[in-house]
């Protein structure tokens, strides 16, 4: 059974940063691409960021120039670090994977920046 850990969540004043953290457990077969979504309520699930196998990044334009994804193909794990955070920002984070046959998510961590 493949479970995504996630870590890093929390409270934090705006211009603060936060770094996410997602390890894969359990046999995960052939991961293609590796991200961050998030939701805020009332709100869909939103693409923050994706990672490829060949490091090759995309943001979404509101994290652009703030946010950073990297990976870990050894240990399979995505991290995202967040810096200069908004209110704005106050979501609950997503990691996501998807393999050559299906998709993976995480249980979500709340992210939450105080103004």
């Known amino acids: 059974q493949v479970q995504l850990v996630e870590s890093g969540g929390g409270l934090v004043q705006a211009g603060g940063s936060l770094r996410l953290s997602c390890a894969v457990v359990?046999?995960?077969?052939?991961?293609?691409?590796m991200g961050w979504y998030r939701q805020a309520p009332g709100k869909p699930r939103e693409l923050v960021a994706h990672?490829?196998?060949?490091?090759?990044?995309n943001y979404a334009d509101s994290v652009k120039g703030r946010f950073a994804i990297s990976r870990d193909n050894a240990k399979n794990t995505v991290y995202l670090q967040m810096d200069s955070l908004k209110p704005e920002d106050t979501c609950v984070y997503y990691c996501?994977?998807?393999?050559?046959?299906?998709?993976?998510w995480g249980q979500g961590t709340q992210v939450t920046v105080s103004s």
């Open positions: 990672i490829t196998n060949g490091g090759s990044a």
């Open positions: 359990g046999n995960i077969g052939s991961i293609i691409v």
């Open positions: 996501w994977i998807r393999t050559t046959w299906t998709n993976y």
